[in-house]
């Protein structure tokens, strides 16, 4: 995993609290998850988007090994959300897809996740425009990914932290 140049010199730079990667292997990708798992804590929102493939459930998937959640991450495509609870002192992840949800916030209240939120690290995948009237912070994962080729496994993920809780959060530390 490498740090990403920028793609088009012309696009204003990324945000103080934003760093780019380049991923090119579902480990990788596995292992993102696992650094991003040292950064965040109870009462995080992360909002993952990217083309179906592009590694959202996978990046997931690592979160949850390194939060040390019990159960096996997968996609909850049919289920909508699947909690996983702690196998230790940490918090536990709430798993969210949001693809066949068409509404905003009014349809993600049968979820529970503002109450889910205080206690738990909750990741929504296709949450953009749904659950952002959650919190103010939250981090906010773009996966950008080759479209119609999907022998590519080179991903350039932007990771973007909105409020004063990412405001000081050295995401500079996934890179590593």
Not at 9 to 33: D, F, H, I, K, Y
Not at 66 to 78: D, I, M, Q
Not at 132 to 138: G, K, M, N, Q
Not at 151 to 173: K, M, Q, Y
Request: proline share 6%.
């Amino acid at each position: 995993m490498e740090a990403a140049a920028p793609q088009n010199p012309a696009e204003p730079p990324p945000a103080a609290n934003s760093v780019e990667l380049t991923v090119t292997s579902a480990e990788q990708m596995r292992e993102l998850g696992r650094r991003l798992a040292k950064l965040v804590r109870a009462g995080d929102l992360l909002l993952l988007s990217g083309e179906l493939g592009a590694g959202k459930t996978t990046l997931t998937r690592g979160l949850g090994e390194g939060l040390g959640v019990r159960g096996a991450v997968t996609s909850p495509t049919f289920v909508i959300a699947r909690v996983h609870p702690s196998l230790g002192d940490g918090p536990p992840l709430v798993h969210v897809d949001a693809y066949r949800l068409s509404g905003g916030l009014d349809e993600m209240e049968d979820l529970d996740l503002d109450v889910s939120l205080p206690e738990s690290v909750i990741a929504v995948e296709w949450g953009e425009g749904k659950v952002e009237e959650l919190t103010d912070d939250r981090l906010r994962i773009v996966i950008h990914r080759a479209v119609g080729d999907t022998s590519d496994e080179v991903r350039r993920v932007t990771v973007t932290g909105l409020g004063e809780r990412w405001a000081g959060t050295g995401l500079s530390a996934l890179t590593a």
